[in-house]
């Protein structure tokens, strides 16, 4: 059996990156986190022996992750809404 097939491996992966987004702000490496996360559920659930598919799901789930984030939190450098007049008027 590969350690990439198993799904203790790729969450002890996500909670490195996790850590690592913490110490490195800017949602770098949240997106893998979440990748990683949620490839750990699916090897729990359905195993996968091909590591070159188990990569590609990561880098689907992670892109998928970062940019469903993207739209969460904004585009970097966006900026905040100013209201021109107050509700009560």
């Given at each position: 059996?590969?350690?990439a097939?198993v799904w203790w491996?790729w969450?002890?992966a ?5 850590t ?8 770098i490496?949240l997106g ?7 490839l750990?559920?699916i ?6 022996g ?8 990561f880098?689907?789930?992670?892109l998928?992750?970062?940019l469903?984030?993207?739209?969460v939190f ?7 809404k100013?209201?021109?007049r107050?509700?009560?008027?």
């Open positions: 059996m590969m350690l097939s491996v969450l002890s996500a909670l490195a990156l996790a690592l987004e913490v110490i490195v702000p800017g949602y490496f893998f986190a979440v990748g990683a996360a949620v750990a559920l090897l729990l659930i359905v195993p996968i091909s590591l070159p598919l188990i990569l590609v799901i880098a689907v789930l992670s998928a992750a970062y469903a984030m993207r739209r904004g585009l970097p450098g966006e900026k905040p100013v209201w021109d107050d509700i009560n008027e």
